[in-house]
């Protein structure tokens, strides 16, 4: 049974930094690229960051590019999320997600091209 199990969450103030790990078990993910997203109470879930299954190439929402950094281990068969600079709009549940889907001709942005997601890590920004 495959898993993905998120971690690293929690209260920050403005400012300060985070970083997330989402760990995969039940299957290796070395060469399948992964993602995060998040969901912000009262909004639909959105796209963040991806990165390729080699961790050579990655892919930003407009809003995090220059304070997240997106990164992976595959002998670990785990994927992080490093936050800097938060901003109380970072606020939200933060979801991995992994696909079944090789290749990298464009980033993978949108919620169908991941088969699997983790139960999410709440992120909470104070101003």
């Known amino acids: 049974q495959v898993q993905l199990v998120e971690s690293g969450g929690g209260l920050v103030q403005a400012g300060g930094s985070l970083r997330l790990s989402c760990a995969a078990s039940g299957r290796t993910f070395a060469g399948y690229p992964m993602g995060w997203f998040r969901q912000a109470p009262g909004n639909e879930r959105e796209f963040v960051a991806a990165?390729?299954?080699?961790?050579?190439?990655?892919y930003y929402q407009d809003s995090v590019k220059g304070r997240f950094t997106i990164s992976r281990d595959n002998a670990k068969n785990t994927v992080y999320l490093q936050m800097s600079s938060l901003k109380p709009e970072d606020t939200a549940v933060y979801y991995c997600?992994?696909?079944?889907?090789?290749?990298?001709?464009?980033?993978?942005?949108?919620?169908?091209?991941?088969?699997?997601w983790g139960q999410g890590t709440q992120v909470t920004v104070s101003s």
């Open positions: 990165i390729s299954g080699s961790g050579g190439n990655t």
């Open positions: 997600a992994a696909t079944g889907r090789t290749g990298w001709s464009r980033a993978f942005t949108r919620e169908y091209e991941y088969d699997y």
